[in-house]
Every structure is written in structure tokens, then in C-alpha cells.
């Protein structure tokens, strides 16, 4: 196997790897997640394989898990398609900077994503390394939010779309989660910025240290957390991945974000993601 790393700060490409025989190899499975710690998102070109294969190969690594909104492969749960066609229009997600499914309690540990089908230019995916984006901050920022929390909403991303009743039944299904807006790395203990597109506000900003009155709160929190939301936009952080037939890349959702170039309009983009259940924030 042939590790190539692609930037300062994250990403490498790996090849002279068959992740369909990966997926029975419990060694090749360790080399992954050792590299996955590394470069934070792993790629690989040329990968034919089965769904059955993609699916056994992300479960060495925890459960799966569904999503609410998009749908599963029927054969495979936990296979999410993410399918985008002339047909279906734009939903306006994916092309924001996010973490994967920070409105869970127990956002994912990390996903193995396959092109299916691609346009022949655009749509690449751009992920960012978060312990880069938080070590890099001014001190004084990291003094400030050191002991923040902050509420992260599916409600108020995709079901700001949906008509009310089902928003309401979306939200009551999964209710807002609260993470730490700066949260430890389980496996390497590093510290990462842990806001995002689905980040609402700060749940302990309106306190004395913070507020001088009341109109403090809503301008102050806002900013700040306006400024730590934009950090991931900081190219220095960055990796971009250009998609074709059979390309995978494998991220660690607990320490990155991306996002989805959606500049390819009229064509297909059909890309399936196995995603893999996490832990609890601290």
C-alpha cells in the first residue's frame, strides 16, 4: 500500500489497495485506522466493489447508522444514497461547511463515502481539519471558549424545508443536541473547534463574565460564533478531492468538516456513504 500525503495539514491518498479485501482483512483494517487518525480523510481511486463489501469494510469500525431524511439503500441499512439529478433540486446542505449529523447526541464516528456516478468536472468535496482550525486560534478566543456549549439543530436545517407538522415531528425525534464547542478527540485526546452549519447558538455564553446587559447576549454570542464557524473556510486547512467512478474516501467525522461543491448543474451526482455510529462529546 502507497500512502501519499496531498496537504500540510490533511489528507492522503492511498493506493495499491482493494478495500473489497480490505474489508475481510483484519490487519489492512488497523494499517486504515491508524493512517485515519494521521490524515484525518483517507482516499482511494479504482474501487469496484459491492455494496455488501462497502458495508462489511465501514462496520469494522462501529454500527451504522440510518438517516432520517435521506434515504437507505434497501438491501444494505446504514448505506445512505445520496443521489442528486437534474430532477431533484438543490437541497442546500451538503454545500455548506458541516460536521455529519452534529444534532445527534452521539455524532458519527466517521464515513466511507463511494462515487457511484459523477459529472465529468465539478462537484468535488472539500474537508477540513478542525484540530488545525483550533490550535491556530488566538489565545484569548481559546480563553473565551474554553468552557462554551452550543446547540446544534436538525430542525433548523433540514427541517426548516419541511411543512410544520413535520418539521415539529423531526424535531421532537431528534431533539437539538448540546456539545462543547471545543471538544477532546477520544483515541488522540486533541482538542477540536466543534461548531458548524448546524450549530444554533451557545447554550452558557449569558453569563456575568460575558455580559455586561442584557443586549450583550444576542450581539456577542452571535459574533463569536459567527468567527468560530468561519475558521473552517481557511484554505490553510484544507484538502479538495475531485470525484470520478469508483473514487472513496473515508473521514473521521469527529475531527474534520466539508463540504459538497454543488457547481454541476444539469448532471448526476450519485455518491453512498456509510455512516458509523460515535460516541458521546466531552
Request: charged share 25%; with cysteine.
Amino acid at each position: 500500500m502507497k500512502v501519499e500525503q496531498l496537504t500540510c495539514t490533511i489528507g492522503a491518498e492511498l493506493s495499491n489497495i482493494d478495500l473489497g479485501a480490505a474489508s475481510r482483512d483484519p490487519e489492512t483494517v488497523a494499517e486504515l485506522r491508524s493512517l485515519l487518525l494521521k490524515h484525518r480523510v483517507l482516499f482511494f481511486r479504482d474501487q469496484d466493489i459491492t455494496r455488501a463489501e462497502h458495508v462489511t469494510l465501514a462496520r469494522h469500525f462501529g454500527d451504522l447508522e440510518d438517516h432520517p431524511v435521506a434515504g437507505s439503500d434497501p438491501d444494505h441499512p446504514g448505506l445512505v444514497r445520496i443521489y442528486k439529478s437534474p430532477d431533484t433540486p438543490n437541497d442546500r446542505y451538503e454545500n455548506a461547511f458541516h460536521t455529519d449529523a452534529t444534532w445527534r447526541e452521539k455524532p458519527p464516528f466517521g464515513c466511507v463515502l463511494r462515487c457511484v456516478e459523477c459529472p465529468p468536472v465539478g462537484g468535488d468535496t472539500i474537508w477540513v481539519n478542525m484540530v488545525e482550525a483550533y490550535n491556530r486560534l488566538p489565545d484569548d478566543v481559546k480563553q473565551k471558549i474554553a468552557g462554551l456549549r452550543a446547540r446544534h439543530s436538525i430542525e433548523a436545517s433540514f427541517g426548516a424545508a419541511m411543512p410544520i407538522e413535520k418539521r415539529l415531528a423531526l424535531h421532537a425525534q431528534f431533539p437539538d443536541a448540546e456539545h462543547p464547542v471545543v471538544r477532546t478527540h477520544p483515541e488522540t485526546n486533541e482538542k477540536v473547534l466543534f461548531v458548524n452549519a448546524f450549530t444554533t447558538h451557545f447554550t452558557n455564553f449569558h453569563t456575568p463574565a460575558n455580559v455586561r446587559f442584557g443586549q450583550d447576549y444576542t450581539s456577542a454570542g452571535r459574533d463569536l460564533l459567527g468567527y468560530l464557524i468561519e475558521q473552517a473556510a481557511v484554505p490553510e486547512y484544507q484538502v479538495r478531492f475531485r470525484w470520478k467512478k469508483n473514487s472513496m474516501a473515508f473521514w473521521d467525522n469527529r475531527s474534520t468538516q466539508h463540504y459538497a461543491v454543488m457547481d454541476y448543474a444539469p448532471c448526476h451526482r450519485k455518491m453512498e456513504r456509510a455512516g458509523i455510529v460515535g460516541e458521546a462529546t466531552f
